[in-house]
């Protein structure tokens, strides 16, 4: 696995450097603009998450899957380096826009440390793993132009159905941003961190679960 993660390092040092500065840029411009703090964080998350993603496109580029599991490495092996490597490039990018997101927090002299501050940013980072954890048994069960269709197409269906399903609601008399900030307040911050941790885990794991199946049963 160690031989895999250097690729996709090497990978992220030539392409994601770019990405990322191009993301920053773009996130400070919308922070001194009057966005909110949280907006560069956020955007460089999800930014990063959807390059972890695609890197499995440079995987299948003129058949290197084929070749990759040639050598000593087991489709297990493959599917576990691309969690790891895309947990560590969603945090570091986390990291990098909490940084920045809280450089302008001490320049308007707000604090730091506010619970809804951090709730905020943490609430970026489970967004971005359930995106990644959508993204990555798809790209792995549907190959080139093929999973570059399917992904938006599966994204737009889970908006409909949210935003259908938000709207039925609400003509069955149920005011749902009503009851969702009710039972927010009554979680609390403890409540709402510990979910913060515990959906974007769950998502991981089952995805991976998925990935690991969908590899094992695919043919090159």
Request: aromatic share 10%; net charge positive; with cysteine.
């Amino acid at each position: 696995m160690k031989g895999l993660l250097i690729k996709d390092f090497q990978l992220a040092k030539t392409q994601g450097k770019m990405l990322l500065i191009v993301a920053l840029v773009i996130g400070v411009f919308m922070e001194i603009a009057g966005m909110s703090e949280g907006f560069v964080t956020g955007y460089i998350t999800i930014i990063m998450s959807v390059f972890a993603a695609t890197s499995i496109s440079y995987d299948e580029y003129e058949n290197c899957f084929s070749f990759l599991l040639v050598l000593p490495v087991s489709r297990k092996e493959y599917v576990n380096e691309k969690y790891v490597f895309s947990g560590i490039l969603i945090f570091s990018a986390w990291l990098v826009g909490l940084t920045v997101g809280s450089v302008f927090r001490i320049i308007r002299g707000e604090p730091v440390l506010s619970a809804e501050w951090l709730a905020g940013c943490f609430s970026y980072i489970t967004v971005a793993v359930v995106f990644l954890s959508l993204m990555l048994p798809l790209r792995l069960k549907f190959e080139g132009e093929k999973g570059r269709v399917v992904l938006p197409i599966a994204i737009a269906a889970m908006g409909i159905l949210i935003y259908g399903g938000v709207k039925l609601a609400n003509l069955a008399g149920i005011d749902v941003t009503g009851s969702s900030i009710k039972v927010l307040n009554q979680m609390g911050a403890a409540g709402i961190m510990a979910m913060l941790v515990i959906i974007p885990v769950a998502a991981a794991v089952i995805s991976w679960i998925c990935s690991r199946h969908i590899l094992e049963k695919k043919e090159f």
